[in-house]
């Protein structure tokens, strides 16, 4: 079986059916490629003929082509290795003839060019546009999907979607040629089912009509095509208006796995539901949660249908009648939102704690945010943004208190005077070694510090003053702490 | 019907020279030999290859194509030893290659010939300039080049009869001059193009250093580098477009 949209591409622009403005402004870029040697975008709906146009342009100026596809991965190894390659040299065949060796780059689904799966290519797309040789045409969906840089380099050609009134002649001319029967009619219902996209129109008119060479308005109807549902009518369906069995039906031309339209469905049933109902409704939303665990579990991916049962017809079924009005649906948060801040925090504490950051971050964390909760004691909490070198941002964070507010400003700076203190002191004797590092053994005993810089001072004489010194300093930090800090000082110790 | 024992260095040289241009390739089993023409993707360098009979230990065929992924070939053939012969038979059932290379067989699933990209016609070229060179002496020309520039100048100077190589590069300059008496043979004409360097190199790794190379070259022509392996039974030619000159 041949594929009638590739039997009847057009193999001329004159050919290009719906799109005539379009395709008289890319045979101009073409014929006067030579004064701007710019490339071109040809951008539009799928299915309206911009491939083709391409292919059929080259056809017509007889410019041999080389294409990248979307289905090829496109880093910028790649691009450089086909389409750079291809642009900057003249062709083997047509170097000896008048053409000159042009051909064609089409570079297709240009918008798409992915950051991790083609790394790179979309900073060599651009690359490959500003200094090609030969004309690039791009081909996108979406204009605006490519970068300002790569759209600045092109000039743009938007083809729009084909009306129905210019797929019907095309319909009619295929079947002639395949000498189909026809309805007018029929026709008339598949452009219009197909509004703006002649590609799918003339699949329909294959799958309706190849069998039995017979085309009626019956076939028509038969041949409906799936088309995928949005998540928000889904929504609807489910929390509002359908039944359950049409909204498990719904829910299988949903897009989306059944993770996130539970995710979807929890998120918004509370907006929608009460009471009761909504109780019912969260029970369904646990046992499709219940499935989704067994999937991961298991990765026995079958389980999926009892979480959409669930999710669907099992929340739907929670109603006790239909709602109308219109409601706000947002979006579940799929992930907990990650914070920079926090991380670095955590990060800090990890460090100097030698521990995992997951088990600073819920091990340790939570008992300095409850001893320095709101920066009191003041010395405690400056003595810990000293300690790990906080930021007042982190400060905030950890205390809880406003960022931009006096007090975490302050507890920053005397920080950082404390630490220089401490660095001071010890850059003598300790030349290496971090103030943090040597201000462990003074923390959790005087004595073991004096010992500890003692032993180290031997190597240095002339140091043992400023060590003394040093000791003396971190101990009375210390002091200071215990102090204030109560419990809080020996909780400190512990992860220092 | 296809059964052929070949030594193993002799197929690496003939596969080595083809995979520089391409993945995978079409083999025209001849009843005379090996024929291999391939075009890479972006419809610059050409390769066409033809490996006689007399270099076989022994040859039958009667006229099909095969499609083959080249690097599996080369890796197979990477297998064997420089004087192991390797024993290939095609088995029309099942369209697999089976390789023998001393006690080692491996099965080789081809490529429909079909689904490999059709070469295009390629028009006679007569060019002006003929120069047989060393491989040496290009690979030389080539190394100096690539330390420059990505692209590379072939030129021909008729008044003094000798052979240029020159790099620009932004700030650095090469220039090889090899004169006639370096040169096998010289047959001058007006000739001067410039070439993508990337392909050049790749080219260039495939051509043995002792191979007499035969240079045709014109002015913003095409270039063709001949040259022959397996002691003269098999015969490679190289065609590379050149690059475009923009102002």
Redesign the interface.
Same mark, same amino acid.
């Given at each position: 079986m041949t594929d009638w949209t590739e039997t009847y591409r057009p193999s001329t622009l004159s050919a290009i059916r719906g799109n005539d403005k379009a395709r008289d402004a890319l045979r101009e870029w073409a014929e006067t490629w030579d004064d701007h =040697?710019e490339a071109v975008v040809v951008y539009g709906s799928p299915g309206v003929g911009k491939t083709s146009a391409a292919h059929a342009l080259a056809s017509d100026e007889g410019w041999?082509t080389?294409e990248l596809n979307a289905s090829d991965q496109r880093t910028a190894d790649v691009i450089e =290795?086909? *389409?750079g =390659?291809?642009a900057? @040299?003249?062709?083997?065949?047509? *170097?000896? @003839?008048e053409t000159g060796?042009r &051909?064609l780059v089409i570079v297709d689904e240009a918008d798409n060019i992915h950051g991790n799966y083609d790394r790179g290519g979309s900073s060599a797309i651009t690359r490959l546009v500003k200094e090609a040789? &030969?004309p690039i045409v791009l081909i996108a969906n979406d204009y605006y999907d490519m970068s300002r840089g790569l759209r600045n380099a092109c000039q743009e050609i938007e083809f729009r979607d084909v009306a129905a009134r210019s797929i019907v002649p095309v319909l009619r001319d295929i079947c002639r040629r395949e000498n189909v029967e026809f309805d007018e009619e029929a026709l008339q219902a598949i452009a219009e089912a197909n509004s703006g996209d002649l590609r799918s129109a003339v699949n329909d008119l294959q799958a309706a009509a190849e069998e039995d060479r017979r085309l009626t308005t019956d076939d028509v109807l038969d041949g409906d095509r799936d088309r995928s549902l949005g998540v928000f009518p889904f929504l609807d369906a489910v929390l509002k208006e359908e039944s359950p069995e049409e909204a498990l039906q719904s829910a299988y031309r949903v897009d989306e796995t059944p993770d996130d339209l539970t995710k979807w469905v929890a998120e918004n049933a509370p907006k929608v539901c009460e009471g009761e109902e909504l109780a019912r409704a969260y029970e369904f939303l646990a046992n499709a949660d219940r499935w989704l665990g067994r999937v991961r579990a298991t990765q026995e991916y079958g389980y999926w249908r009892y979480a959409t049962d669930n999710l669907a017809a099992g929340v739907a079924a929670a109603r006790d009648d239909t709602k109308g009005g219109w409601t706000r649906f947002s979006r579940p948060q799929f992930w907990p939102s990650s914070d920079g801040t926090a991380d670095e925090v955590v990060r800090r504490v990890a460090e100097s704690a030698g521990t995992s950051m997951a088990t600073a971050r819920r091990e340790l964390l939570p008992y300095l945010a409850a001893m320095t909760h709101h920066c009191k004691p003041r010395e405690l909490t400056v003595a810990m943004a000293a300690y790990y070198d906080f930021e007042e941002d982190h400060v905030s964070f950890v205390t809880g208190s406003g960022e931009t507010t006096n007090k975490v400003q302050s507890i920053v700076e005397d920080a950082q005077t404390l630490r220089e203190e401490a660095m001071e002191d010890h850059s003598g004797a300790f030349g290496g070694i971090p103030a943090g590092e040597s201000a462990d053994g003074a923390d959790g005993a005087e004595a073991t510090a004096d010992v500890e810089t003692d032993d180290e001072a031997t190597a240095a004489d002339e140091a043992t003053a400023a060590d003394e010194l040093a000791a003396a300093a971190n101990g009375g930090d210390d002091a200071d702490d215990a102090d204030d800090g109560d419990d809080g000082q020996a909780g400190l110790t512990d992860f220092m | 019907m296809f059964k052929a024992i070949v030594s193993a260095s002799t197929l690496r040289d003939a596969l080595d020279a083809v995979s520089v241009l391409v993945d995978e390739c079409k083999i025209r089993l001849n009843e005379d030999g090996l024929a291999i023409r391939a075009v890479d993707p972006a419809n610059v360098g050409m390769v066409d290859l033809a490996l006689d009979v007399a270099a076989f230990e022994s040859y039958e065929a009667d006229g099909g194509v095969i499609g083959v992924n080249l690097a599996r070939l080369e890796d197979i053939a990477g297998m064997a030893n420089s004087g192991d012969l390797v024993h290939l038979e095609l088995d029309e059932e099942t369209r697999k290659l089976h390789i023998r290379i001393d006690g080692l067989s491996y099965t080789l699933a081809l490529i429909d010939p079909d689904s490999i990209r059709q070469e295009p016609d390629i028009p006679d070229l007569d060019l002006p300039a003929e120069i047989v060179v060393e491989g040496n002496q290009l690979d030389r020309g080539i190394t100096a080049a690539d330390m420059v520039s990505d692209h590379i100048r072939l030129r021909v100077d008729e008044a003094s009869e000798t052979f240029h190589i020159e790099a620009e590069g932004d700030t650095d300059d090469v220039d090889l001059e090899v004169g006639r008496e370096d040169l096998i043979d010289l047959q001058a004409g007006p000739a001067d193009s410039l070439f993508s360097l990337d392909y050049l190199k790749d080219m260039n790794k495939a051509i043995p250093g002792d191979a007499e190379v035969t240079v045709e070259l014109g002015e913003e022509f095409p270039v063709k580098l001949h040259y022959e392996f397996a002691e003269g039974m098999g015969n490679v030619t190289f065609m590379l477009a050149p690059r475009i000159q923009s102002d």
């Open positions: =040697r041999e080389v =290795r086909y *389409a =390659r291809a900057k @040299n003249a062709t083997l065949a047509g *170097a000896a @003839n060796g &051909q040789d &030969q | -």
